[in-house]
């Protein structure tokens, strides 16, 4: 069973910044691709960005130029930094791992930002 653990979420205010980190409990090297999606309330689930094994990267395009993801194979690990941060990136930010015809999903962590 895969497990994929969120953390760096929290309130911000508009203009700040944040990191989220996504941990899997296995090498992510096993996975063909990760990425963050997030959910506001009562909105649907919208991808945010994704990372290949070869470091490809694709983003959504409200966040082009203000988000960052990146991976660290030794630690497992897969980041989102989130820069100029505005109030409809308010959501639960899920980190996503595909192998093969299979998803694994963490449990979410909350971004609020609000003065």
């Known amino acids: 069973q895969v497990q994929l653990v969120e953390s760096g979420g929290g309130l911000v205010q508009p203009g700040g910044s944040l990191r989220l980190s996504c941990a899997a409990s296995?090498?992510?090297?096993?996975?063909?691709?990760m990425g963050w999606y997030r959910q506001a309330p009562g909105k649907q689930r919208e991808l945010v960005a994704t990372i290949t094994n070869d470091d490809s990267t694709n983003y959504l395009d409200s966040v082009k130029g203000r988000f960052t993801i990146s991976r660290d194979n030794a630690k497992n690990t897969v980041y989102l930094q989130m820069h100029s941060l505005k109030s409809e990136d308010t959501a639960v930010y899920y980190c996503?791992?595909?192998?093969?015809?299979?998803?694994?999903w963490g449990q979410g962590t909350q971004v609020t930002v609000s003065s």
């Open positions: 996503n791992a595909w192998s093969g015809a299979l998803a694994y």
């Open positions: 296995r090498s992510i090297f096993t996975f063909n691709a």
